[in-house]
């Protein structure tokens, strides 16, 4: 097994964690320094696609290309070594930590000995096979507003667009939410969140389907009070009519991963199809949203 880890900037992370899964097509994960912002993008392949020597050059002509596209990658420090599989596995165990959310819902890998709260529902999620683990700040905040936007009594249901790991999916079903639905365009997302609904033994409820957006009629179509949509800023955009025509009126649409100088451009568009900034959440690089339907 080997370890090819790019250092970035959480303003490249994205686009550095695309490069990565495209490359070598595999999940990816993403660790960050919460005293420098840095962020370390690392895949754990077999084998290398190509000599070491020769995939380090090619990647860093990929993150040149960056830069020429107005992303800047930082420092662009590149490890690429051989790694004994019983050391990949015990990194793991000490970087991902659980995740609490409002007491709700605690999100952990299977080793953790970690007990939830009474009444606190698990999410069990190992990283290295998910496309989000709930640690990157957008993915915290779907979680955050997901939990908080439950109503004790009152059926819910719930639409993750760009399932990737299946993580807010498996989470509503674990809230309550008695409808729930995802999609994905990505074909290796939608098997990883099948595995992971299976793993959470929620797969009765839930079934990840591919579906590409762009593709979907856009009228006389099913409608959610939940709606999560962690897409890219041309995407919202582009797609933002077939988006609100499926949430109901009062509805929730939850937005995240757009880059905080985006973030306008998209409320402008949500606004026109008559959905209202709720609540907003921002850091150094990205912004999330929460948008009521009135």
């Given at each position: 097994m080997w370890?090819?880890?790019i250092f970035t900037t959480a303003e490249a992370e994205e686009a550095v964690a695309c490069l990565l899964e495209r490359e070598f097509q595999r999940p990816v994960s993403v660790y960050c320094d919460e005293a420098t912002g840095a962020r370390k993008v690392t895949v754990y392949p077999a084998r290398l696609p190509r000599p070491a020597r020769a995939l380090r050059e090619h990647l860093r002509a990929t993150l040149r290309r960056l830069r020429k596209c107005g992303l800047d990658p930082g420092q662009r420090k590149i490890i690429v070594k051989p790694l004994p599989r019983e050391n990949w596995a015990e990194s793991w165990k000490r970087h991902f930590k659980p995740i609490d959310i409002d007491g709700?819902?605690?999100?952990?890998?299977?080793?953790?000995?970690?007990?939830?709260?009474?009444?606190?529902?698990?999410?069990?999620?190992?990283?290295?096979?998910?496309?989000?683990?709930?640690h990157h700040?957008?993915?915290?905040?779907?979680?955050?507003?997901?939990?908080?936007?439950?109503?004790a009594g009152k059926k819910q249901s719930f639409l993750d667009i760009g399932t990737g790991s299946g993580i807010l999916a498996v989470a509503a079903i674990k809230l309550g939410y008695t409808s729930v639905e995802a999609f994905d365009n990505d074909p290796a997302a939608v098997r990883v969140s099948r595995q992971n609904a299976k793993?959470?033994?929620?797969?009765?409820?839930?079934?990840?389907?591919?579906?590409?957006?762009?593709?979907?009629?856009?009228?006389?179509?099913?409608?959610?009070?939940?709606?999560?949509?962690?897409?890219?800023?041309d995407l919202l955009i582009s797609e933002a009519s077939k988006i609100c025509a499926r949430l109901?009126?009062?509805?929730?649409?939850?937005?995240?991963?757009?880059?905080?100088?985006?973030?306008?451009?998209?409320?402008?568009?949500?606004?026109?199809?008559?959905?209202?900034?709720?609540?907003?959440?921002?850091?150094k690089t990205w912004q999330s949203g929460q948008f009521v339907l009135f």
């Amino acid at each position: 097994m080997w370890q090819i880890s790019i250092f970035t900037t959480a303003e490249a992370e994205e686009a550095v964690a695309c490069l990565l899964e495209r490359e070598f097509q595999r999940p990816v994960s993403v660790y960050c320094d919460e005293a420098t912002g840095a962020r370390k993008v690392t895949v754990y392949p077999a084998r290398l696609p190509r000599p070491a020597r020769a995939l380090r050059e090619h990647l860093r002509a990929t993150l040149r290309r960056l830069r020429k596209c107005g992303l800047d990658p930082g420092q662009r420090k590149i490890i690429v070594k051989p790694l004994p599989r019983e050391n990949w596995a015990e990194s793991w165990k000490r970087h991902f930590k659980p995740i609490d959310i409002d007491g709700l819902l605690l999100i952990k890998p299977r080793w953790s000995r970690r007990r939830p709260r009474p009444g606190q529902r698990v999410v069990i999620l190992d990283p290295g096979l998910s496309f989000g683990t709930g640690h990157h700040p957008t993915t915290l905040f779907c979680l955050q507003q997901l939990a908080r936007s439950r109503l004790a009594g009152k059926k819910q249901s719930f639409l993750d667009i760009g399932t990737g790991s299946g993580i807010l999916a498996v989470a509503a079903i674990k809230l309550g939410y008695t409808s729930v639905e995802a999609f994905d365009n990505d074909p290796a997302a939608v098997r990883v969140s099948r595995q992971n609904a299976k793993k959470n033994r929620v797969c009765h409820h839930l079934r990840p389907q591919r579906k590409d957006l762009s593709k979907l009629q856009g009228a006389n179509v099913k409608t959610y009070n939940v709606i999560c949509a962690n897409l890219a800023r041309d995407l919202l955009i582009s797609e933002a009519s077939k988006i609100c025509a499926r949430l109901k009126p009062g509805g929730k649409l939850i937005v995240a991963g757009i880059l905080r100088r985006q973030f306008r451009e998209v409320q402008k568009t949500l606004h026109r199809f008559n959905l209202t900034l709720q609540v907003a959440m921002s850091d150094k690089t990205w912004q999330s949203g929460q948008f009521v339907l009135f």
